[in-house]
């Protein structure tokens, strides 16, 4: 039976896998699993911690998953695997069109896009007509060869019916992941670093049988469903209050990725974003803010205070001296940065969607967030211990906060100064009464 070549992968599917506990927070276990496996990226957490937390409930099936930060869509696509109903936000275009051709992981149309995407690789476009900055980045990507093939193909899919088709964007994007021959998922890597390039021919049929190989797997197993916002989760008004039974998320890191700069060769290949100003205005504007996000438009005095004073007054407390040791740092450090002006933004735009997933829970409902902290400066922010305080003052209950691995040590102690306290990574827990 084919299942014994592909049966390693299931693993996960209704069991508890063990996995080392470091793993928990990381994606890289993904490529053990079914169509996690399609398109994933570094700033995702294990397949494992989802359907770990999902069987903390006695009866999951039918139940009501909610992640408000949906990134590749790993919530979702265990929370379908375990026959849950589930829901996600996610503004950034690139990961909602990823995490929707996840979710509809048995559309039928695969042949079909396979066809037109090899079509349009044996049609090579003029890779100018992507407009004079999307030219030049992504000719550092890519040789003029597979540049030129590879807009063919991106022409074959628009004026085909499947223009807009979610899963014909996955296998497009997935074929320029593995013809490129810089890395492309991490931060500030491309163009620069080197690997190994595919064939573009290969690479699509190299994920394209990969998802053949998985819908023939999962056959009929997967009969709930899943819808995927594309907007800030600071609103949630599409999700029904006290509909959620349960709510597993990781945010973005207060100083972590920058999920646009890291999915610049999709955004300028695709046509979304011409200029890297573009980008910010489409992409990272919409984001929760961080280290890596604009500041245009939040660091004027009134909108500072008016983020501070939305937080409870215990939290203003807690920040005041970290947010005064910034400000005095930015004024002696060379680099100037004005990590000052983003702790009461990020803190309170999280504190809307700690709100809202309190409104979103049934009485009962469980919440888990997987979350680090960080040193800007060399000035250490507990963001976890002060996220599990925000829970406690939006009404949560048995909040508890562990840490599950040590991180960033070399990157924060050597190459920027670092707080004395270790950073890590730690999973909130909490209750909603
Ligand atoms: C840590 S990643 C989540 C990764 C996800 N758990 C996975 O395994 O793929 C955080 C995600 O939050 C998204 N995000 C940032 N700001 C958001 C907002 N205001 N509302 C919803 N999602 C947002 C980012 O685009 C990013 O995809």
Redesign the pocket.
């Known amino acids: 039976m084919k299942q014994s070549s592909l049966s390693y992968l299931y693993k996960s599917i209704t069991s508890t896998t063990a996995v080392a506990q470091e793993r928990l927070p990381t994606?890289t276990t993904t490529h053990n699993h079914p169509v996690h496996r399609w398109f994933?990226?570094i700033?995702?957490?294990s397949p494992e911690f989802v359907s770990n937390c999902i069987q903390t409930l006695p009866n999951y099936r039918n139940l009501a998953l909610l992640?408000?930060?949906?990134?590749?869509?790993?919530?979702q696509v265990e929370g379908l695997f375990h026959g849950m109903n589930v829901v996600g936000?996610?503004?950034?275009p690139i990961?909602f069109k990823i995490a929707n051709a996840k979710t509809q992981m048995r559309s039928k149309n695969l042949g079909e896009i396979e066809a037109i995407i090899h079509h349009g690789l044996r049609n090579p476009v003029d890779s100018k007509i992507l407009g004079e900055k999307p030219y030049e980045f992504l000719a550092k990507l890519f040789s003029p060869d597979t540049l030129s093939r590879l807009v063919g193909a991106r022409i074959a899919i628009q004026n085909s019916p499947y223009a807009i088709d979610d899963l014909a964007f996955l296998v497009l994007s997935k074929v320029l992941d593995n013809a490129s021959h810089s890395q492309t998922d991490g931060i500030y890597k491309a163009p620069t670093s080197i690997k190994r390039s595919h064939d573009v021919e290969d690479a699509l049929l190299c994920i394209t049988k990969m998802i053949a190989d998985d819908r023939e797997y999962i056959g009929s197993r997967s009969t709930s469903n899943c819808k995927i916002v594309p907007?800030?989760?600071?609103n949630m008004s599409d999700v029904q209050s006290e509909s959620i039974d349960i709510i597993i998320?990781?945010?973005?890191?207060i100083n972590n990725?920058d999920?646009a700069e890291m999915t610049r060769m999709y955004l300028y290949f695709w046509g979304i974003a011409n200029t890297w100003g573009e980008i910010t205005d489409l992409v990272r504007a919409?984001?929760?803010l961080n280290t890596t996000t604009a500041l245009k438009g939040h660091k004027e005095i009134q909108i500072q205070d008016r983020y501070r004073n939305r937080l409870p007054d215990s939290i203003q407390r807690d920040l005041l001296p970290i947010v005064e040791k910034l400000r005095l740092a930015r004024k002696i450090k060379a680099g100037k940065k004005e990590y000052d002006f983003l702790i009461y933004p990020y803190f309170s735009?999280m504190m809307s969607?700690i709100r809202e997933c309190r409104r979103t829970l049934k009485s009962g409902g469980t919440f888990h967030m997987m979350v680090a902290d960080a040193a800007l400066y060399g000035t250490h922010i507990p963001a976890p211990q002060i996220l599990a305080q925000i829970l406690l003052d939006c009404g949560f209950a048995n909040v508890r906060c562990d840490q599950v691995r040590k991180r960033g040590h070399r990157w924060t102690l050597d190459k920027r100064e670092g707080s004395e306290i270790g950073l890590g990574e730690y999973h909130i827990q909490a209750r909603r009464f």
Request: include cysteine; charged fraction near 10%.
């Open positions: 994606n994933n990226f700033a995702g957490f992640d408000p930060f949906t990134g590749c869509g790993t919530t936000y996610e503004p950034h990961f907007t800030s989760s600071e998320t990781s945010p973005p890191y990725f999920y919409k984001l929760i735009q969607v």
